[in-house]
């Protein structure tokens, strides 16, 4: 399949306009352009939107150039269009999930439960060993579809337990692919239904700027609320390696760094007070281990006293407001024990 960023004008006229808006509230939050592939011949309605660095998983897991999807799959019939987190056949991401789902499987009934609303239907589907070694080693998939979403929920925390999971999460099954190859690559496919829509609709939505910027919000809020089972891709969390990224834009927009501890709402007493100290460096209000970008909206300065006793005593929640790029609505959360009181 062909490789294209979105952030290109070229490409970005010849993608439908949803593929676009995830596409960019996923690039948003990743930080870095998200990659977008569209599918081939009978497939060429499905779009496939993920993070760059799957392609170094698929790499150690040797099966790097073949045309597995995993990552947010867009699949239209007409206008209409539904969105899946979906992994088919692709070994080296389907074992990070399924080791993750082990480690913490009540993940999956979280996000199918914050997500709800956002679907009139609800579904999820993954490669059953059970079920495949009862059909006498015929892939067989599991189904849950149910409507209503309490009982959705009821059924699905029947799966999502560990030991459920550990030995019923895909099948070791031998490629029959054209591409052959050695390692069982078949079996291995997951998707979660996340939302779906109308294609005209969005493009409506894009017509006015007030519309465009719903848009934006709803996406970006689509991709929080599912992002606890995209990071289970990744190894150990998201894999992004720390740069000064944060700190250059911030140095390039805003000129002058001061720290703006000051301006946090809810710091507790003991440290609300405390003096500047060291020099000043950027701080994610969202942490960067949690998934924060390294865009402006989610850095402050901080001095070296106020970064550290930030991250021992708790940590923050907020954004820069980009419209007076010198306004942060930045709020503290504490930790639930209390740390001792700094000299």
């Known amino acids: 399949m062909k490789q294209t960023y979105v952030n290109s004008k070229k490409s970005a006229n010849k993608t439908p306009v949803s593929v676009v808006a995830f596409s960019e509230a996923l690039s948003r939050k990743l930080g870095r352009p998200a990659v977008v592939r569209q599918g081939k011949n009978s497939y060429s309605n499905n779009w496939t939107i993920f993070d760059p660095d799957f392609d170094s998983i698929r790499r150690s897991a040797n099966v790097s150039g073949r045309s597995y999807t995993t990552g947010l799959s867009i699949k239209f019939d007409g206008s209409y269009f539904t969105v899946w987190i979906e992994t088919s056949n692709d070994p080296g991401l389907a074992a990070n999930l ?104 969005i493009k409506r939505m894009t017509e006015t700027v007030a519309g465009e910027m719903e848009l934006k ?90 970064h550290h006793l930030i991250h021992i005593w708790g940590k923050t929640k907020g954004r820069r407001d980009l419209d007076d790029i010198n306004k942060i609505n930045v709020r503290f959360i504490p930790k639930r024990s209390t740390p001792r009181r700094p000299r």
């Open 217 to 306: 919000k709803q996406t970006l809020n689509i991709i929080k609320k599912i992002w606890p089972l995209w990071i289970m891709f990744h190894s150990h969390g998201l894999r992004e390696p720390r740069r000064a990224d944060l700190r250059r834009r911030m140095d390039a927009k805003l000129k002058v760094s001061k720290c703006e501890f000051c301006n946090i709402v809810g710091l507790p007493k003991e440290i609300a007070h405390t003096k500047h100290k060291g020099k000043v460096v950027s701080h994610h209000i969202e942490m960067h281990i949690k998934g924060g970008t390294d865009l402006i909206d989610n850095g402050i300065y901080l001095c070296e006293q106020h």
């Open 98 to 201: 399924r080791k993750n789902l082990i480690t913490s499987p009540e993940t999956l009934v979280k996000v199918a439960r914050s997500t709800g609303l956002l679907r009139a239907g609800n579904m999820v589907t993954w490669s059953s060993k059970r079920l495949s070694d009862a059909a006498g080693g015929k892939h067989t998939m599991r189904e849950i579809h149910l409507d209503d979403l309490d009982s959705f929920l009821r059924e699905l925390k029947k799966h999502a337990n560990q030991k459920v999971i550990k030995e019923d999460l895909f099948v070791d099954l031998p490629n029959a692919g054209k591409h052959g190859g050695i390692g069982p690559y078949s079996g291995k496919t997951f998707r979660f239904l996340v939302t779906h829509g109308s294609e005209k609709e």
